[in-house]
């Protein structure tokens, strides 16, 4: 039974390992022999991917003895990356938490149009999470306030709910000015 148990247990674990290390592709050998290079850098930089990405198809794609082409690599990145450098998508970014994706655009002629948007945006995610976190730390006083003994708990209490009632109330002012001004 306890070798059942350990060769079961090796079958999982190795299966594991070569779904974890298959994971870490870029791209898989089929992948590799049929690419389009410039399909494949034009969805990378419509994405807002780094055209470093190359290197990484590059080094997996050697496993299989193929050679991605830089030139059509760059010219397809360069088509992607200008319609991805826009202000709608700096705001998109922004909005959804994406702070990975504010250099995406570094040195592109879309570059000012979207950091300007993606920042504003980024500001209202911000101020999106400190509200929520507020509203949780209400719950967890209120529960406590519930659960209060005595008359010195329950005014600390409530000082801290009125705390946090201003604090939500200053950020929700902030969120309506903000959100006064998209693309």
Not at 39 to 63: F, H, I, M, P, V
Not at 150 to 176: K, Y
């Amino acid at each position: 039974m306890a070798n059942h148990f350990c060769r079961s247990a090796i079958i999982v674990l190795s299966t594991s390992a070569a779904l974890l290390l298959s994971a870490c592709e870029s791209m898989s050998p089929e992948q590799c022999k049929v690419a389009d290079w410039a399909q494949t850098g034009r969805e990378d930089g419509a994405r807002g991917e780094s055209r470093s990405n190359l290197a990484d198809y590059t080094k997996d794609c050697a496993k299989v003895g193929v050679t991605p082409s830089p030139s059509a690599y760059y010219y397809g990145w360069d088509q992607g990356i200008a319609t991805f450098c826009t202000p709608q998508r700096g705001w998109s970014e922004g909005i959804n938490g994406n702070g990975f994706k504010r250099g995406a655009c570094a040195g592109q002629a879309g570059e000012p149009g979207f950091m300007m948007a993606f920042d504003r945006a980024y500001q209202i995610y911000n101020i999106n999470q400190q509200l929520s976190n507020i509203a949780s730390t209400t719950r967890d006083l209120e529960k406590k306030l519930s659960e209060a003994k005595t008359d010195d708990e329950r005014n600390s209490l409530r000082r801290q709910l009125r705390d946090q009632d201003r604090a939500a109330a200053n950020l929700r002012v902030n969120l309506q000015l903000m959100n006064t001004v998209q693309p």
